[in-house]
């Protein structure tokens, strides 16, 4: 299995921008998270899915941010306009059915909104 | 604001000897309780897990979890070189919650 694959592994961007960043999670596994990670914040939840179904959004910071899974195997996360607090590693991470199951995080995107 | 906190360390430790890091958690209905690992520049990867109270060990890991105080602690013992990493504490509540993690504790060992 490939594992939870992210894409793009770094992106610099200017402010103003708008950044896509985008997630395939393992295949079979129906939860579905972001996480953004700073060393101010740590590793904190932004958005997770449950069977493609959005459960909470409650950690999105802003209307500029906006997350989608149109289908089982991909997702997005959408910053629009970026702004250069946006900065961190963003990871994406799926689970099997259960919230309690094991996390398998991709390798994170790096953010730069210079 | 559900909270889980950890001393950001850095806890350094000779080679051999028995890392101890510790976490504390604000949300009392909290039933599962992970302990992840990262490495510098790469993503979490767990290493341990334990929903009751009392002693869990795997290998040279040992978690403790007491509900009662909402404390949980790892313990890696005979620790290597190759143990040092930022150790992530999360913590999940009632069914349907995702985890929340702690900022971590940077241990670093020494040869």
């Known amino acids: 299995d490939a594992g939870v694959i992210q894409s793009p592994r770094h992106e610099v961007t200017e402010m103003g921008q708008e950044v896509t960043l985008r997630c395939k999670p393992i295949s079979g596994h129906n939860s579905l998270f972001w996480y953004r990670q700073t060393m101010m914040r740590g590793l904190e939840l932004l958005i997770y899915?449950?069977?493609?179904?959005?459960?909470?959004d409650s950690g999105m910071p802003e209307d500029r941010f906006s997350a989608k899974m149109p289908n089982a195997s991909f997702s997005t996360l959408k910053i629009q306009p970026s702004e250069p607090r946006d900065s961190a590693v963003y990871f994406c991470?799926?689970?099997?059915?259960?919230?309690?199951?094991?996390?398998?995080f991709g390798s994170g995107t790096q953010l730069s909104v210079l | 604001q559900k909270e889980v906190e950890q001393n950001s360390g850095p806890l350094s430790v000779p080679e051999g000897a028995i890392a101890s890091l510790n976490c504390t958690y604000s949300d009392r209905v909290s039933q599962s309780f992970f302990w992840y690992r990262q490495y510098s520049g790469k993503s979490p990867e767990l290493i341990m897990s334990i929903y009751s109270n009392g002693d869990k060990e795997d290998g040279r890991f040992t978690a403790q979890l007491n509900k009662a105080s909402q404390y949980v602690s790892l313990l890696i013992r005979d620790s290597q070189p190759s143990d040092s990493a930022t150790y992530l504490c999360a913590v999940t509540g009632q069914a349907g919650t995702a985890l929340i993690f702690g900022k971590g504790t940077t241990l670093s060992v020494s040869s």
């Open positions: 899915f449950n069977n493609n179904v959005p459960i909470d």
């Open positions: 991470a799926s689970s099997l059915a259960s919230f309690n199951e094991k996390l398998f």
